[in-house]
C-alpha cells in the first residue's frame, strides 16, 4: 500500500480534477490507472488537525492535536503503529518537520 498525502494543494488547480492547464501530467498518467478519490473532505483546515485525524480517525476535538498543541498524545494509536504491529514495515518521507 502507498499513501501519499499532498498537503496544501487545492483540487480546482490539478489537470487532474480538470483544471484546464495541463498542472500535473505526470499525476494525470499514473491516476489514469489508480484509485482516485473526488468527493473528500478534510476533516480540519490546518495541516497539524487534519493529519492527527487522518492517521488516527479521530476527530481533532477527538485528539486535539492542532497548530497550538502541534502533539498527538501517546494514549492515540496511529495506523502506521496498527500496520507496524501487523508486520509491515513502515516508511515516512516529509518536507515539513
Do not use: Q
Amino acid at each position: 500500500m502507498l499513501w501519499i498525502v499532498w498537503d496544501t494543494v487545492r483540487a480546482d488547480r490539478l489537470s487532474l480534477y480538470g483544471a484546464e492547464r495541463k498542472t500535473t501530467p505526470f499525476l494525470d498518467s499514473w491516476a489514469a490507472d489508480a484509485r482516485v478519490f473526488e468527493d473528500c473532505t478534510s476533516t480540519a483546515n490546518e495541516t497539524v488537525a487534519s493529519h492527527a485525524s487522518m492517521f488516527t480517525g479521530y476527530l481533532p476535538s477527538e485528539h486535539g492535536a492542532n497548530a497550538l498543541g502541534r502533539y498527538l498524545a501517546d494514549e492515540f494509536t496511529t495506523t502506521v503503529e496498527i500496520f507496524g504491529g501487523a508486520g509491515y514495515r513502515t516508511y515516512l518521507y516529509s518536507s515539513n518537520p
